[in-house]
C-alpha cells in the first residue's frame, strides 16, 4: 500500500500532526526521526535542512575576494546540505526515497519560505531535479488539533502553488546574487590598501541601515536654537490653573519645521508678554466636545514586537522567541510570523469560542484578571461581526496573532506577559470605545497697552473606559476636570514666566521605531505601483526584521546603547562609498519595493521566473563594475575635522574616505600639511570618531575587538601611536600585551596604586589589576614574578568588564554573557567564563541545553586572549565545538588542554 509523507518544518509541529491526525488515520508508531502507521509517515526538518549554493566552478574560495573573480553569476543553482544539519536532513531524504512512499504533502509553515524548505529538500532528494512524486500543500494559521484536521481536508494541488515556489526561489536566488557581488565587490574596494575589511551588503540589510545612519546624519546637523515659553497662572473663584502663551494667528510653515504656535524667538519678546500680562483680568471661554478613541487593531508580529520593546525593553529577536515559543510548544497563539492585523470573516465562531474559553477557564497568577474582562464581552454580547476586525482583503498567508481554544497553565514569567499582551488585545478589539470629554479653554488678556494676548490650556477626562477597561483603566472623577470658571467671569493672571528652552534633533531610533520604520518603509517610494508592492511588506518580512537588526549590530554596522540604535563608523563608511560609486539604489527601499512587485506578479503567473532572474543578474553586475571601474583616489562625502591637532605640526587633521591627514595649519584647500596620516581603518575595523580623537591626544587606544588579519580572522588589539625615525613621522602601530613584555624585560616593579583591585587572586591570593590587554595578578609582573595568574580584557569579540572580573574573583564564574564569537564558524554564543582551579584558568562554562539563564553542570573549557602575534585565541575543541552549535554541556567535567582553533572563514554573503 503506498503512502504519504508529510514534511513538516519543525519537530514540535510534527508532533501536534501526529495527534491531531490519530483519531482520524489511527495509530502512529514512533520511530528515531519519524512517525509511522499503515497510511501515513510523518517527519520534519528543522527549519533550513539545504541552501543554495553556485556550481562548485563558480564558488570563489576564502583569500580571493578580488575583482578579478566577479561577478559571480552562475548559469543556475545547485543546492547543499547545511553542515549542522547533515542528519536530520539524511533521515527526511531516505524517507522521501522509500518506494512506499507515493506522495508528498508539504506540511512546513505557510508562507512562501516554508514554500522555499520543501522544495529545496524535494530538489535535493531527487538528485537535483525533485523526486516526481505526487505534492499537495498544507495551510495552517492555527495549531490546534482541529484547525489541523480541517487543513488537511482541504489540502491545495501542487499547481496552485507553484507561483509560490517560483517567486521563493527566485527571491532566495536574487538576494544570493546581490548580496554575494555586493559585498564581495565593496570589500575587494575597501582592502586595496592591504588587509581585509569585510563590508556586508543586502537588499534589505542595507536600505534598513540608510534609515538609521541618515537620522544620525539629521542628529549630527541639527544646530540647536533657543526659544521661550510664556506660562502664566490664573486664579478663578473655584481655583487655580495654568495656561500657556499661543500664537492664535499661527500658520505652519513647511520650510521650518520648528516654528510652533506657542513659541517666541527672543528673550526680550517673552519678558514683554509675560509683564504685559502679568497681574491683569483674563476673559475665558471653554470649549469642549466629546471624542472617542477605538482600540488599536490586533496584532500583527511587527506592532507585537514594537510594544514588547517599548513596555519591556525587549529585542525583537526575543519578542519572536517567546511567541514561538507561545505558538508551538504551548499551542496558546495562532502563527506569530504574520504580518497582517485582521481575522477571516468566517472566524466569528470560532473568536466566541475563545472567549469562552477565556471566561470560563480558572487562568493562571495575574492572567486571571482577562477572565472577568472576557466574561463582561460575553454578557453584553461585545463580540460581534466588524469588518475593522474581520476582513478577508486585509489578510495576506496568515491572519492575526490571536489566543487559541487551548487554555493555559503554568507559564513562565516573559511567557505569561507576552500572552497577557496578545489576550488584553484580542479582548479589548470587541469592546466599545473609549469616551472622554476634551476641554480647551482659552484665557485672553488685554494688556494695559491695548494689545491682547492668549494662553491656552487643556483638560481631557476619560468619561466612559470602555475597551480602556481591559487594561485596567477607569472613569475619571470630576475634581480631574479643568477648575471650574463661571460664565462671564474674569480670571486673574496672578504671574507670567518665560522659560528659555532648546530645540531639539530627532530622536534616535530605538528596535520599536526601526521596526515602524522598516515596516512603512513603503511610504518613502514615489512610484505609486512599488509603494503599492511595499503596503503590506515593508523592508523585511516580520519573520526577519529581529534577524536583519541582529545582523546588522553583529556586523558592527550598529551598536545597542541602552534602548537606541547608534549607527557607527562603519556603517557611515559603507554609505558614503554607495553613494559615491553610485550605486544608491542599494540604500533604498524602492529595490525591495520592486522586487516585491514582481514576486507577487510572479506569484499569479503574469511575470516569467526567467525574466525577473535576468535583469538581478544585470544589476549584480552593474555594481561590481562601478566598483571595479572606480579609478579617483577618494570617494566625495561629508567628512569631519578633528579637534585633536596633529601629533607632528599641531596642523588641522581632517577625515577623508581612507583616512585621518594632516592639512597644514590652517586647514586650507591651498595648504599641504605635514605628511602625516593614519587609516581609517586599520586591518578591517573602522575608527569611531572618539576612538581617534583619543588616539592623537593619548598616543594610544584600546584594546578594541574587531580587527580582521588578510585572511579575515578576527582578533583584539591595544593601538599606539609611535615616532617613526626612519619616516620621520608618526605611525599606528598593533600592541600585543607589550605592556607586560616591557614590565617584564625591564623588571621594573609595575605600579597600580592608581588603580582599585578587582579582587584576591585564585591563584595566590594577591590582587587583580586591569593591564594592557589582560586582568593580572600583581605578582605576575615586575622583577619577582611568582605568579602567572592573568585572564583577557576581550576574549573572542566579548569585552569583560571589571564588573565580571570582580564576580569571576569573588564567586569563580562571572554572569552568562552573549557576546562571545566562535573563531571556527563566526557565530555568537553565550557563556560564563569560570575559574578552574585544577587547570589553573579561566575557561568557558555552557548552560546546560534547554536552560533559560540558569547556571547548571558544564564543561569548563579554557577560555583565550589574541596572543602576541594577534594569532587565533585559542579555545579547546570541546569549547569550538560547543560554541559552533550552540549547545551546551560537554561530556566531560573539565575541558582538555587548550589548543589553536582553525581559522574562521569569512561571511562569503549577507543577511537580507
Same mark, same amino acid.
Given at each position: 500500500?503506498?503512502?504519504?509523507l508529510?514534511i513538516?518544518?519543525?519537530?514540535?509541529?510534527?508532533?501536534?500532526i501526529v495527534?491531531?491526525?490519530?483519531?482520524?488515520a489511527?495509530?502512529?508508531?514512533?520511530?528515531?526521526?519519524?512517525?509511522?502507521?499503515?497510511?501515513?509517515v510523518?517527519t520534519?526538518?528543522?527549519?533550513?535542512?539545504?541552501?543554495?549554493k553556485?556550481?562548485?566552478?563558480?564558488?570563489?574560495k576564502?583569500?580571493?575576494?578580488?575583482?578579478?573573480h566577479l561577478?559571480?553569476?552562475?548559469?543556475?543553482?545547485?543546492v547543499?546540505?547545511?553542515?549542522?544539519?547533515?542528519?536530520?536532513?539524511?533521515?527526511?531524504?531516505?524517507l522521501?526515497?522509500?518506494?512506499?512512499?507515493?506522495s508528498?504533502?508539504?506540511?512546513?509553515?505557510a508562507?512562501?519560505?516554508?514554500?522555499?524548505i520543501?522544495?529545496?529538500?524535494?530538489?535535493?532528494?531527487?538528485?537535483?531535479?525533485?523526486?516526481?512524486k505526487?505534492?499537495?500543500?498544507?495551510?495552517l494559521q492555527?495549531?490546534?488539533?482541529?484547525?489541523i484536521?480541517?487543513?488537511?481536508e482541504?489540502l491545495r494541488?501542487?499547481?496552485e502553488?507553484?507561483?509560490l515556489?517560483?517567486?521563493a526561489?527566485?527571491?532566495s536566488?536574487?538576494?544570493?546574487?546581490?548580496?554575494?557581488?555586493?559585498t564581495?565587490?565593496?570589500?575587494?574596494?575597501?582592502?586595496?590598501d592591504?588587509?581585509?575589511?569585510?563590508?556586508?551588503?543586502?537588499?534589505v540589510q542595507?536600505?534598513?541601515?540608510?534609515?538609521?545612519?541618515?537620522?544620525?546624519?539629521?542628529?549630527?546637523?541639527h544646530?540647536?536654537?533657543?526659544?521661550?515659553?510664556v506660562?502664566?497662572?490664573?486664579?478663578a473663584?473655584?481655583?487655580s490653573?495654568?495656561?500657556?502663551?499661543?500664537?492664535?494667528?499661527?500658520?505652519?510653515n513647511?520650510?521650518?519645521?520648528?516654528?510652533?504656535?506657542?513659541?517666541?524667538?527672543?528673550?526680550?519678546?517673552?519678558e514683554?508678554?509675560?509683564?504685559?500680562?502679568r497681574?491683569?483680568?483674563a476673559?475665558?471661554?471653554?470649549?469642549a466636545?466629546?471624542?472617542?478613541?477605538?482600540?488599536?487593531l490586533?496584532y500583527?508580529?511587527?506592532t507585537?514586537?514594537r510594544?514588547?520593546?517599548?513596555?519591556?525593553?525587549w529585542?525583537a529577536?526575543?519578542?519572536?522567541?517567546?511567541?514561538?515559543?507561545?505558538?508551538?510548544?504551548?499551542?496558546?497563539i495562532?502563527?506569530?510570523?504574520?504580518?497582517?492585523?485582521a481575522l477571516?470573516?468566517?472566524?466569528?465562531?470560532?473568536?466566541?469560542?475563545?472567549?469562552?474559553?477565556?471566561?470560563a477557564?480558572?487562568?493562571?497568577?495575574?492572567?486571571r484578571a482577562l477572565?472577568?474582562?472576557?466574561?463582561?464581552?460575553?454578557?453584553?454580547?461585545?463580540v460581534?461581526?466588524?469588518?475593522?476586525?474581520?476582513?478577508?482583503?486585509?489578510?495576506?498567508?496568515?491572519f492575526a496573532?490571536?489566543?487559541?481554544?487551548?487554555a493555559?497553565?503554568?507559564?513562565?514569567?516573559?511567557?505569561?506577559?507576552?500572552?497577557?499582551?496578545?489576550?488584553?488585545?484580542?479582548?479589548a478589539?470587541?469592546?466599545?470605545?473609549?469616551?472622554?470629554l476634551?476641554?480647551?479653554?482659552?484665557?485672553?488678556?488685554?494688556t494695559?497697552?491695548?494689545?491682547?494676548?492668549?494662553?491656552?490650556?487643556?483638560?481631557?477626562?476619560?468619561?466612559?473606559?470602555?475597551?480602556?477597561?481591559?487594561y485596567g483603566?477607569?472613569?475619571?472623577?470630576?475634581d480631574?476636570?479643568?477648575v471650574?470658571?463661571a460664565?462671564?467671569e474674569?480670571?486673574?493672571t496672578?504671574?507670567?514666566?518665560?522659560?528659555a528652552l532648546k530645540?531639539r534633533?530627532p530622536?534616535r531610533?530605538?528596535?520599536?521605531?526601526?521596526l515602524s520604520?522598516?515596516e512603512?518603509?513603503?511610504?518613502?517610494?514615489?512610484?505609486d505601483?512599488?509603494?503599492?508592492a511595499?503596503?503590506?511588506?515593508?523592508l523585511g518580512?516580520?519573520?526577519?526584521?529581529?534577524?536583519?537588526?541582529?545582523?546588522?549590530i553583529?556586523?558592527?554596522?550598529?551598536?545597542?546603547?541602552?534602548r537606541?540604535?547608534?549607527?557607527?563608523?562603519k556603517?557611515?563608511?559603507?554609505?558614503t562609498?554607495l553613494?559615491?560609486?553610485?550605486?544608491?539604489?542599494?540604500t533604498?527601499?524602492?529595490?525591495?519595493?520592486?522586487?516585491?512587485?514582481?514576486?507577487?506578479?510572479?506569484e499569479?503567473g503574469?511575470?516569467a521566473?526567467?525574466?525577473f532572474?535576468?535583469?538581478?543578474?544585470?544589476?549584480?553586475?552593474?555594481?561590481?563594475?562601478?566598483?571595479k571601474?572606480?579609478?579617483?583616489?577618494?570617494?566625495?562625502g561629508d567628512?569631519?575635522?578633528?579637534a585633536?591637532?596633529c601629533?607632528?605640526?599641531?596642523?588641522?587633521?581632517?577625515?577623508n574616505?581612507?583616512?585621518?591627514?594632516?592639512?597644514?595649519?590652517s586647514?586650507?584647500?591651498?595648504?599641504?600639511?605635514?605628511?602625516f596620516s593614519?587609516?581609517?581603518?586599520?586591518?578591517?575595523?573602522?575608527?569611531?570618531?572618539? $576612538? #581617534?580623537?583619543?588616539? *592623537?591626544?593619548?598616543?594610544?587606544v584600546?584594546? &578594541?575587538? @574587531? =580587527?580582521? !588579519?588578510?585572511?579575515g580572522?578576527?582578533?583584539?588589539a591595544?593601538?599606539?601611536l609611535v615616532?617613526?625615525?626612519?619616516?620621520?613621522?608618526?605611525?599606528?602601530?598593533?600592541?600585543?600585551?607589550?605592556?607586560?613584555?616591557q614590565a617584564?624585560?625591564?623588571?621594573?616593579?609595575?605600579?597600580?596604586?592608581?588603580q582599585?583591585?578587582?579582587?584576591p587572586?585564585?591563584?595566590?591570593?594577591?590582587?587583580?589589576?586591569e593591564?594592557?590587554t589582560n586582568?593580572?595578578?600583581e605578582?605576575s609582573?615586575?622583577a619577582?614574578?611568582?605568579?602567572?595568574?592573568?585572564?583577557?580584557r576581550?576574549i573572542?569579540q566579548?569585552?569583560?568588564?571589571?564588573d $565580571? #572580573?570582580h564576580?569571576? *574573583?569573588?564567586?569563580?564564574?562571572?554572569?552568562? &554573557?552573549e @557576546? =562571545?564569537? !566562535?573563531?571556527r564558524?563566526?557565530?555568537?554564543?553565550?557563556?560564563y567564563?569560570?575559574y578552574?582551579?585544577?587547570?589553573?584558568?579561566?575557561?568557558?562554562e555552557?548552560?546546560?541545553?534547554?536552560?533559560?539563564?540558569?547556571p547548571?553542570?558544564?564543561?569548563?573549557a579554557?577560555a583565550?586572549?589574541?596572543?602576541?602575534?594577534g594569532?587565533?585565541?585559542?579555545?579547546?575543541k570541546a569549547?569550538?565545538k560547543?560554541?559552533?552549535?550552540?549547545?551546551?554541556?560537554?561530556?566531560k567535567?573539565?575541558a582538555?588542554?587548550?589548543?589553536?582553533a582553525?581559522?574562521?572563514?569569512?561571511?562569503?554573503?549577507s543577511?537580507?
Open positions: 500500500m503506498s503512502k504519504t508529510i513538516a518544518e519543525k519537530p514540535s509541529v510534527a508532533q501536534d495527534r491531531a491526525l490519530t483519531p482520524v489511527g495509530k502512529f508508531d514512533k520511530h528515531a526521526d519519524h512517525f509511522e502507521n499503515d497510511s501515513t510523518v520534519s526538518a528543522v527549519g533550513h535542512l539545504v541552501e543554495i553556485a556550481p562548485d566552478d563558480y564558488e570563489v576564502r583569500g580571493k575576494w578580488s575583482f578579478a561577478p559571480v553569476v552562475p548559469p543556475h543553482f545547485d547543499a546540505p547545511i553542515d549542522k544539519s547533515k542528519g536530520r536532513l539524511n533521515a527526511v531524504v531516505k522521501a526515497r522509500r518506494k512506499d512512499v507515493g508528498l504533502v508539504n506540511a512546513c509553515d508562507g512562501r519560505e516554508g514554500e522555499l520543501f522544495r529545496l529538500i524535494e530538489q535535493y532528494a531527487g538528485g537535483g531535479k525533485g523526486l516526481n505526487p505534492v499537495k500543500r498544507l495551510w492555527s495549531m490546534t488539533p482541529q484547525a484536521r480541517e487543513g488537511f482541504r494541488g501542487n499547481e502553488m507553484l507561483g515556489a517560483d517567486a526561489r527566485s527571491r536566488e536574487a538576494d544570493w546574487l546581490v548580496g554575494i557581488n555586493g564581495r565587490a565593496m570589500t575587494a574596494f575597501n582592502s586595496r592591504g588587509g581585509f575589511f569585510l563590508t556586508t551588503v543586502g537588499r542595507t536600505p534598513t541601515l540608510s534609515i538609521v545612519v541618515e537620522r544620525e546624519e539629521k542628529i549630527r546637523r544646530v540647536p536654537r533657543e526659544y521661550w515659553e506660562k502664566a497662572q490664573f486664579v473663584t473655584a481655583g490653573y495654568e495656561g500657556k502663551w499661543f500664537d492664535p494667528k499661527w500658520k505652519k513647511p520650510d521650518d519645521a520648528e516654528l510652533r504656535p506657542d513659541r517666541v524667538w527672543t528673550a526680550a519678546e517673552a514683554a508678554i509675560a509683564d504685559a500680562v497681574g491683569r483680568p476673559a475665558v471661554t471653554d470649549e466636545k466629546p471624542t472617542t478613541q477605538a482600540c488599536p490586533l500583527d508580529l511587527t507585537l514586537q510594544e514588547a520593546n517599548g513596555r519591556f525593553g529585542s529577536k526575543t519578542t519572536l522567541s517567546v511567541a514561538q515559543t507561545l505558538y508551538e510548544k504551548y499551542k496558546l495562532t502563527y506569530p510570523r504574520t504580518d497582517s492585523r477571516p470573516e468566517d472566524y466569528l465562531g470560532t473568536v466566541k469560542k475563545t472567549v469562552q474559553m477565556l471566561a477557564e480558572h487562568l493562571p497568577g495575574p492572567l477572565s472577568a474582562h472576557a466574561r463582561k464581552a460575553l454578557d453584553d454580547d461585545f460581534r461581526f466588524s469588518k475593522r476586525v474581520f476582513d478577508n482583503t486585509k489578510i495576506s498567508d496568515h496573532i490571536i489566543p487559541t481554544l487551548q493555559p497553565g503554568t507559564l513562565g514569567e516573559i511567557e505569561a506577559k507576552l500572552y497577557d499582551l496578545i489576550v488584553k488585545r484580542f479582548l478589539i470587541f469592546f466599545p470605545s473609549a469616551e472622554y476634551v476641554t480647551t479653554r482659552t484665557s485672553r488678556v488685554a494695559a497697552a491695548g494689545a491682547e494676548h492668549a494662553f491656552q490650556t487643556n483638560g481631557k477626562v476619560l468619561v466612559n473606559p470602555g475597551w480602556l477597561a481591559v483603566k477607569e472613569a475619571q472623577d470630576e480631574a476636570n479643568l471650574a470658571v460664565e462671564g474674569r480670571v486673574k496672578a504671574d507670567a514666566q518665560a522659560t530645540t534633533p530622536a531610533y530605538t528596535e520599536a521605531t526601526l520604520a522598516m512603512g518603509a513603503g511610504k518613502l517610494i514615489e512610484d505601483e512599488l509603494r503599492e511595499m503596503r503590506e511588506k515593508g518580512t516580520p519573520a526577519t526584521r529581529a534577524a536583519i537588526i541582529e545582523g546588522l553583529n556586523e558592527k554596522y550598529m551598536l545597542r546603547d541602552g537606541e540604535l547608534i549607527p557607527t563608523a556603517a557611515f563608511q559603507l554609505m562609498l553613494r559615491g560609486l553610485q550605486v544608491e539604489d542599494l533604498k527601499p524602492e529595490l525591495t519595493g520592486d522586487w516585491e512587485f514582481k514576486l507577487a506578479e510572479m499569479h503574469r511575470l521566473r526567467e525574466a532572474m535576468a535583469d538581478v543578474a544585470k544589476m549584480a553586475e552593474r555594481i561590481v563594475r562601478k566598483a571601474e572606480y579609478d579617483r583616489d577618494t570617494i566625495p567628512y569631519v575635522t578633528l585633536t591637532p601629533p607632528k605640526c599641531g596642523g588641522v587633521v581632517k577625515e574616505y581612507r583616512r585621518f591627514a594632516c592639512t597644514g595649519a586647514g586650507g584647500a591651498s595648504e599641504e600639511g605635514c605628511g593614519i587609516t581609517k581603518i586599520p586591518s578591517g575595523r573602522a575608527f569611531e570618531l572618539e $576612538e #581617534v580623537e583619543a588616539f *592623537l591626544r593619548d598616543k594610544k584600546g584594546p &578594541l575587538e @574587531g =580587527f580582521r !588579519s588578510k585572511k580572522f578576527p582578533f583584539s591595544e593601538l599606539k615616532f617613526d625615525d626612519e619616516i620621520g613621522n608618526w605611525r599606528l602601530e598593533f600592541a600585543f600585551g607589550d605592556d607586560e613584555r617584564a624585560a625591564d623588571g621594573e616593579p609595575v605600579d597600580f596604586s592608581q582599585r583591585s578587582l579582587g587572586c585564585p591563584k595566590c591570593q594577591g590582587h587583580v589589576y593591564h594592557g586582568y593580572v595578578c605578582h609582573v615586575g619577582h614574578q611568582t605568579c602567572d595568574f592573568k585572564t583577557g576581550i573572542l566579548q569585552p569583560i568588564s571589571h $565580571e #572580573v564576580k569571576l *574573583l569573588a564567586s569563580g564564574r562571572t554572569s552568562l &554573557l @557576546g =562571545f564569537i !566562535s573563531n564558524t563566526r557565530r555568537a554564543f553565550k557563556a567564563l569560570s578552574d582551579a585544577k587547570e589553573g584558568k579561566v575557561g568557558f555552557f548552560e546546560p541545553r534547554g536552560a533559560k539563564g540558569r547548571g553542570p558544564a564543561a569548563a579554557p583565550a586572549k589574541a596572543d602576541d602575534e594569532k587565533a585565541p585559542a579555545a579547546t569549547a569550538t560547543a560554541a559552533a552549535k550552540a549547545a551546551p554541556a560537554a561530556k567535567a573539565a582538555k588542554k587548550a589548543t589553536p582553525k581559522k574562521a572563514v569569512p561571511a562569503k554573503k543577511s537580507r
